[in-house]
């Protein structure tokens, strides 16, 4: 595992924006912005030359990128668009038409940008990540200036040349990069799970304790708009599956069995697929860790809300336990599809689901119950693959949010009956299984939509 310190702040892993897939879609409209930017800063007599600008596609980005709008989202990030603010109808819109071109400013010039200047490279690319994205300042065939990023899963990008992004070196109070030093530092220190957290967002951010707290409110709250749409919209997902939404469906079966001892899990299923519905529809949503699996914590944290009547206090000592988790893996495995299949995307969001449930219970913490939770349920995601059909975030997705957001709760109760003292995998090792497992499984079971499910499509 590597030994930097985790710098990522609460609020790039908990990121706003339109769905489907944040590594296709939220990571590639922040390099597209990126590169943008980059465009106004290169010396007049380059600019003057230009003539257009590609967008060169490998990889993951490549093989599902249609069905993840990553060229909309790239359109979007050239035309100077964030992912917080943009109107997912508006980003809907683009490329709708083929001869419609995209203004790019470069300078004093303005490039046009035409859809087919978009390029789904099918031949492999000498790359350290499976998503990866080349822009290109070009004039005629000769490329003037170009940029490649990665796309890392949950919206972070890196650019080639460039260290993590999310780990630009800050000085945390209380560093730690694995769980055995995150629980070390809680002892050494004497400080609840919730108190560390605060004080590192507080370092890595600059922002007080009042404003940090606040946007957390504000992040459960994107997440709970997200659930309250998903359980009004009917009708189907757009895309050729023509999918059905069944949030709908589920909260009214749900409403009209209050008595019965199944509806506290249909109502879960509701939530968790009303959020994931709205994801497939290019809605706004919450990575948790990521848009494929932005359904598992607003549905549990919906839950906990409305049916457990947590207060906020609790809510938000929640959310910095699921924080905890998603760091952790991220930092030593990974959360994208791409690099490690569901168990990446679900698998992690599940993990934290667990350690949320679990912190909202024992208002005091216990970091080994938190520890077993999450463990629990990574454990029993290993392996998952990653096989959407067509390359839409719906088959297995949409489901598969409930799924996860079940297996919390289970992991939840398996570990706060009595048992977390005797677990015997740690966190930090099941993680490193998740890598191991990650790096062994074949890539066409890494959101290529090459086997698995994905070869059903034919039969939808
Ligand atoms: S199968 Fe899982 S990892 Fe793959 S796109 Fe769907 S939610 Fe994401």
């Known amino acids: ?69 990553t060229d909309r989202a790239i359109v979007a990030g050239l035309l100077g668009w964030q992912p917080e603010t943009t109107d997912p109808d508006a980003l809907l819109d683009l490329l709708r038409d083929s001869s419609v071109s995209y203004p790019i400013p470069v300078g004093e010039k303005t490039l046009e940008l035409e859809p087919q200047h978009i390029h789904f490279e099918r031949k492999r690319y000498d790359s350290p990540y499976a998503n990866t994205m080349v822009l290109q300042l070009r ?13 890392v899963g949950g919206g972070f990008i890196i650019r080639k040349g460039e260290p993590d992004v999310a780990s630009d070196n800050q000085d945390v109070p209380f560093p730690y990069s694995s769980m055995a030093e995150l629980k070390e530092q809680l002892k050494t ?5 919730d108190e560390l957290m605060i004080r590192n967002e507080m370092a890595i951010t600059n922002r007080s304790r009042a404003d940090i707290n606040q946007r957390i409110d504000q992040i459960l709250e994107f997440m709970h708009k997200a659930v309250r749409r998903g359980l009004r919209h009917k009708g189907t997902l757009p895309g050729s599956i023509k999918l059905t939404r069944k949030a709908p469906i589920l909260y009214q079966k749900a409403k009209g069995m209050s008595q019965s001892s199944d509806s506290f899990l249909i109502f879960l299923n509701a939530y968790c697929l009303a959020a994931s519905e709205e994801n497939a529809a290019g809605g706004i949503v919450v990575t948790a860790p990521t848009s494929g699996a932005s359904g598992v914590i607003p549905g549990l944290t919906y839950l906990a809300k409305h049916h457990f009547h947590h207060d906020k206090l609790t809510l938000r000592g929640g959310m910095l336990a699921a924080a905890a988790i998603g760091f952790l893996v991220k930092h030593n495995a990974s959360i994208s ?12 969001a599940s993990a934290m689901g667990a350690a949320f449930l679990t912190r909202c219970a024992q208002p005091n913490g216990s970091i080994s119950a938190i520890e077993a939770a999450a463990e629990i349920a990574i454990e029993h995601h290993l392996g998952m693959t990653c096989d959407p059909i067509g390359g839409y975030v719906q088959i297995p997705c949409i489901e598969r949010n409930a799924m996860g957001a079940v297996k919390s709760y289970n992991a939840f109760l398996l570990a706060t009956s009595g048992a ?20 062994d499984m074949s890539t066409k079971y890494k959101e290529t939509s090459e086997a698995g499910l994905a070869l059903s499509a034919t039969e939808c």
């Open 337 to 348: 599809g791409a690099e490690m299949g569901c168990m990446g995307e679900v698998g992690t």
């Open 420 to 439: 977390a003292s005797v677990q015997k995998i740690s966190l930090d090792a099941v993680v490193k299984v998740m890598k191991a497992t990650g790096r």
């Open 139 to 151: 004039q005629g065939e000769q490329v003037l200036y170009e940029e490649e990023y990665y796309s």
């Open 189 to 193: 220190n004497n400080l609840t799970l």
């Open 1 to 69: 595992m590597t030994n930097q310190p985790i710098t990522t702040s609460v609020f790039d892993l908990f990121k706003v924006g339109p769905g489907p897939s944040s590594s296709h879609t939220i990571g590639p409209m922040k390099a597209a912005f990126d590169f943008r930017q980059r465009l106004s800063s290169l010396e007049p007599s380059i600019q003057q030359q230009a003539d257009a600008v590609h967008v060169l596609l490998y990889g993951s980005l490549s093989a599902t990128g249609k069905g993840h709008g």
